[in-house]
């Protein structure tokens, strides 16, 4: 497993830019985005983010699955809305790159699709701007805290690149569920729309104890404490109101695994503790 040392080993991209991160990392506390990473399979984590993560998976495996089917869904809706014509996409805490990155799907179908990503962990801008070095200005990342999208808005680096008088995909995926109530969720997700022309879309998936038994609910949220963000699950209807004024598009709001599926449903698909949706702005 990757430790502090060998994660710091190559800061160079190929063109010689300097990825260096800044020097507060926080190892030593969980990190969200790392956390998904060990859940994932990846490598570029920490012993407390493992550790960690190792004691969320400890309360079943719905939470690995969960996560799995949280990237497929991402991967399902990013191809479907390049489909539908969309070559701009708004990836907001974005998690430390994967195989099927959001730019790399959406540019299966446009070759001149643009994605900005913004998170605000340095181990993922790092991370990101190293994959990022030859995508040609196609893609950028930026360093960018969901908590204040008017940030996010004016930021140079996300003007330059994405053009807010044509469609834009926002994508929030297991994101919204890093954001309290005290921080108004729905009001941060409403001041992003707003700003979206006719046409774009919200595609987010948000994380749910609405399939854990009475019992354990809130132990996932307790270990979480501990990280450098607080988790906060929420019902199927809390996470429908940020759909409130789109054009949900088929199935709706569904467990992630069976959001326009490409394969036969398995049993647990129904139970996935995350959901999953998708609308237009009319």
């Known amino acids: 497993m990757t430790d502090h040392q060998n994660i710091s080993l190559d800061w160079m991209s190929s063109d010689g830019a300097d990825l260096r991160p800044p020097a507060d990392l926080r190892p030593e506390i969980p990190h969200p985005a790392r956390m998904y990473d060990y859940y994932l399979g990846g490598k570029d984590n920490f012993p407390a983010d493992r550790d960690a993560a190792e004691r969320v998976m400890a309360l079943g495996p719905m939470v690995k699955i969960s996560a799995l089917a949280n990237r497929a869904f991402l991967q399902r809706a990013v191809r479907h809305l390049a489909e539908q014509g969309v070559k701009q996409f708004l990836d907001i805490g974005t998690g430390i790159p994967t195989a099927g990155n959001t730019h790399e799907i959406a ?24 994959l990022l070095a030859a995508s040609h200005g196609t893609a950028t990342v930026v360093h960018a805290d969901l908590r204040d999208p008017a940030a996010i808005l004016a930021d140079p680096e996300v003007r330059q690149l994405i053009d807010l008088g044509q469609p834009v995909a926002l994508l929030l995926f297991a994101i919204l569920h890093f954001v309290d109530e005290a921080d108004d969720p729905y009001a941060i997700v409403r001041q992003l729309v707003d700003a979206l022309p006719s046409g774009s879309y919200l595609a987010l998936s948000h994380g749910t104890s609405d399939f854990v038994p009475p019992a354990d609910q809130g132990k996932g949220a ?40 490409d394969q ?18 009319p």
């Open 264 to 281: 036969e449903p398995r049993s647990t698909d129904a139970t996935t503790g995350i959901w999953a949706g998708v609308a237009r702005k």
């Open 107 to 130: 540019q299966q179908v446009h070759l001149d699709a643009r994605v900005a990503y913004l998170d605000n962990d340095p181990i993922v801008l790092v991370h990101s701007r190293a």
């Open 222 to 261: 307790a270990v979480y404490r501990s990280a450098t963000a607080q988790l906060t699950t929420r019902p199927r209807e809390q996470v429908l109101r940020f759909f409130d004024g789109l054009e949900l598009l088929e199935p709706g709001l569904v467990t992630a695994p069976l959001w326009r599926p």
